[in-house]
């Protein structure tokens, strides 16, 4: 019971517009479901940055909806149907844009942190 | 485009979520855990699926669209319904209205008229209420009538309340809503599926064969599939367990407006939960809804001079000593309020500002059309000077 407070008090929220960030980014690694987003966010963060599904979809079906990713309809390696996202030329583009912010803002926020090494 | 895609993308929806929780169940069992325990786990990890629902639909846009289309299908289904009561009352009644009086408890010797079916104790309609938010106490059966209400017959009450539906170890809100086994043969609703409750099924005796419960037709389509095979399955709502008789029409929508129950039970069903301490016999359970048709060949004010006349005596015999001595409620009487549009407590609430507002948006309205017209004029006068000047100088038929 300990163990499972600890675990929802050091769960890392994600700061607002990362989660588009974060689905843009693993979609670029190639089509996926919203399952296999979550999945993939959750490994590469190791463990650490828990996608809740109730923020997932919502954020596909916004992007999808900007056109910066498309969904189609196929059948899964477990022999299921299930809607596959993939990234658009948009997409793309708005992914570079956003990580090179991310990239100054985690930047200055580093600076900020540790001014000596800056 | 976004609008009229919404019921392709519902199903999409409904279909990408439920792939989500199939594969987080099969990447458990992969792992052995069995699998009611992984579907289980499944649903816990993925949260609140109506609620993801909901936040994705709004991401959808168009919302307000298609919740401004929701409300006038359920506005069309009330205007439809009321117009088929309308028209079968007309042959009885001949009076466009119908009777509703709120907020008091007052027993059954306003319904003493109502003529009661063979075999039944009578247990039908007995709380009509007077026109005031304030709260009484009425003991009900009591003593016989003295005077009944001549100008009403068929009366119903209808009590709205948020339930709690479990299903499969998982408990959510829904709307329900407590219905004397009168409310639907009153209203003369048709099924969409099975039958709707009867007042056999708010007797006593309903307690020992299993309460019957109606649901919308929503409902039916969210839980179950719309599968017809609803039919008879038992349903766990505030703890007790009912069994579902029927699905309820579509234009049916309750008689409250933005409030449609989506699963209805007889009050017995609150007995069977709550023993004494049930609505049925508690004092301070008030907001009930009644209403009732007039009787063939009386007028509505007839029926409400009746009510006046009575309601005096009803308020007297029913009210208990604690609540006699207060003014209000000693001195208050009963009055009636056309039911047609149902109940509307924002209506009566904001009913004035909206009323306010619609009249400046009117005004608003009738100053822009008399400055276009003034416009208009203005311009038909100039364009009547330029023809009169090229005829003058004998080329208006070069001009034409």
């Given at each position: 019971m300990a163990e499972k407070k600890e675990r929802y008090q050091n769960r890392i929220e994600l700061l607002q517009g990362t989660l588009d960030l974060l689905v843009l980014q693993t979609l670029q690694w190639g089509p996926q479901h919203g399952y296999g987003i979550s999945i993939a966010i959750r490994n590469h963060s190791g463990e650490i940055l828990q996608v809740h599904t109730g923020s997932l979809y919502p954020a596909l079906h916004r992007l999808e909806k900007q056109k910066l990713i498309k969904a189609e309809w196929k059948v899964s390696e477990n022999k299921q149907r299930a809607k596959y996202y993939q990234l658009t030329a948009a997409g793309k583009k708005h992914l570079s844009r956003e990580r090179s912010k991310w990239s100054q803002f985690s930047q200055a926020i580093a600076g900020v942190l540790n001014p000596e090494q800056t | 485009m976004t609008f009229w895609r919404r019921k392709a993308r519902e199903t999409e929806l409904d279909e990408e979520v439920r792939t989500h929780l199939n594969m987080a169940t099969q990447a458990l069992t992969e792992r052995g855990v069995a699998q009611k325990e992984a579907e289980r786990a499944a649903k816990r990890e993925f949260g609140n699926v109506e609620l993801t629902k909901e936040v994705t639909r709004d991401a959808w846009g168009g919302r307000w669209l298609a919740k401004l289309n929701q409300r006038r299908a359920v506005r069309l289904a009330d205007v439809v319904e009321e117009s088929r009561l309308h028209r079968d009352r007309r042959p009885h009644t001949g009076a466009g209205h119908w009777l509703q009086h709120r907020c008091f408890f007052v027993d059954r010797r306003l319904v003493a008229a109502e003529p009661r079916r063979s075999g039944s104790p009578g247990v039908g309609p007995n709380h009509l209420r007077s026109t005031w938010n304030r709260r009484a106490t009425l003991q009900p059966d009591?003593?016989?009538?003295?005077?009944?209400?001549?100008?009403?017959?068929r009366h119903f009450c209808l009590r709205n309340g948020p339930m709690v539906l479990s299903k499969k170890g998982v408990a959510r809100p829904i709307t329900g809503a407590y219905a004397t086994g009168s409310a639907f043969p009153t209203l003369k609703l048709k099924p969409r599926l099975g039958r709707l409750l009867t007042w056999q099924d708010d007797e006593p005796s309903a307690l020992s064969n299993g309460v019957a419960a109606v649901i919308s037709e929503d409902f039916w389509l969210e839980h179950f599939g719309g599968d017809p095979g609803v039919l008879g399955q038992p349903i766990t709502v505030d703890g007790g367990t009912a069994t579902i008789v029927g699905v309820m029409p579509r234009s049916f929508n309750g008689i409250t407006v933005d409030y449609s129950p989506q699963v209805v039970l007889p009050f017995i069903f609150d007995v069977a939960l709550h023993g004494k301490s049930s609505c049925r016999f508690r004092?301070?359970?008030?907001w009930f809804f009644t209403m009732a048709r007039l009787k063939p060949g009386v007028t509505f004010a007839q029926a409400q001079a009746n009510l006046a006349a009575i309601a005096g005596d009803v308020l007297k015999e029913s009210l208990t000593e604690g609540y006699q001595r207060i003014d209000y409620l000693r001195n208050g009487t009963l009055s009636l309020i056309p039911g047609r549009t149902g109940s509307s407590p924002l209506g009566k609430v904001y009913g004035r500002e909206l009323w306010t507002l619609q009249t400046l948006v009117g005004l608003l309205m009738i100053i822009c059309c008399a400055n276009l017209a003034s416009l208009q004029l203005s311009r038909t006068l100039n364009r009547q000077h330029e023809l009169v000047v090229p005829a003058s100088c004998g080329e208006y038929a070069a001009f034409r």
């Amino acid at each position: 019971m300990a163990e499972k407070k600890e675990r929802y008090q050091n769960r890392i929220e994600l700061l607002q517009g990362t989660l588009d960030l974060l689905v843009l980014q693993t979609l670029q690694w190639g089509p996926q479901h919203g399952y296999g987003i979550s999945i993939a966010i959750r490994n590469h963060s190791g463990e650490i940055l828990q996608v809740h599904t109730g923020s997932l979809y919502p954020a596909l079906h916004r992007l999808e909806k900007q056109k910066l990713i498309k969904a189609e309809w196929k059948v899964s390696e477990n022999k299921q149907r299930a809607k596959y996202y993939q990234l658009t030329a948009a997409g793309k583009k708005h992914l570079s844009r956003e990580r090179s912010k991310w990239s100054q803002f985690s930047q200055a926020i580093a600076g900020v942190l540790n001014p000596e090494q800056t | 485009m976004t609008f009229w895609r919404r019921k392709a993308r519902e199903t999409e929806l409904d279909e990408e979520v439920r792939t989500h929780l199939n594969m987080a169940t099969q990447a458990l069992t992969e792992r052995g855990v069995a699998q009611k325990e992984a579907e289980r786990a499944a649903k816990r990890e993925f949260g609140n699926v109506e609620l993801t629902k909901e936040v994705t639909r709004d991401a959808w846009g168009g919302r307000w669209l298609a919740k401004l289309n929701q409300r006038r299908a359920v506005r069309l289904a009330d205007v439809v319904e009321e117009s088929r009561l309308h028209r079968d009352r007309r042959p009885h009644t001949g009076a466009g209205h119908w009777l509703q009086h709120r907020c008091f408890f007052v027993d059954r010797r306003l319904v003493a008229a109502e003529p009661r079916r063979s075999g039944s104790p009578g247990v039908g309609p007995n709380h009509l209420r007077s026109t005031w938010n304030r709260r009484a106490t009425l003991q009900p059966d009591v003593r016989p009538p003295s005077r009944a209400a001549e100008g009403v017959h068929r009366h119903f009450c209808l009590r709205n309340g948020p339930m709690v539906l479990s299903k499969k170890g998982v408990a959510r809100p829904i709307t329900g809503a407590y219905a004397t086994g009168s409310a639907f043969p009153t209203l003369k609703l048709k099924p969409r599926l099975g039958r709707l409750l009867t007042w056999q099924d708010d007797e006593p005796s309903a307690l020992s064969n299993g309460v019957a419960a109606v649901i919308s037709e929503d409902f039916w389509l969210e839980h179950f599939g719309g599968d017809p095979g609803v039919l008879g399955q038992p349903i766990t709502v505030d703890g007790g367990t009912a069994t579902i008789v029927g699905v309820m029409p579509r234009s049916f929508n309750g008689i409250t407006v933005d409030y449609s129950p989506q699963v209805v039970l007889p009050f017995i069903f609150d007995v069977a939960l709550h023993g004494k301490s049930s609505c049925r016999f508690r004092s301070d359970c008030t907001w009930f809804f009644t209403m009732a048709r007039l009787k063939p060949g009386v007028t509505f004010a007839q029926a409400q001079a009746n009510l006046a006349a009575i309601a005096g005596d009803v308020l007297k015999e029913s009210l208990t000593e604690g609540y006699q001595r207060i003014d209000y409620l000693r001195n208050g009487t009963l009055s009636l309020i056309p039911g047609r549009t149902g109940s509307s407590p924002l209506g009566k609430v904001y009913g004035r500002e909206l009323w306010t507002l619609q009249t400046l948006v009117g005004l608003l309205m009738i100053i822009c059309c008399a400055n276009l017209a003034s416009l208009q004029l203005s311009r038909t006068l100039n364009r009547q000077h330029e023809l009169v000047v090229p005829a003058s100088c004998g080329e208006y038929a070069a001009f034409r």
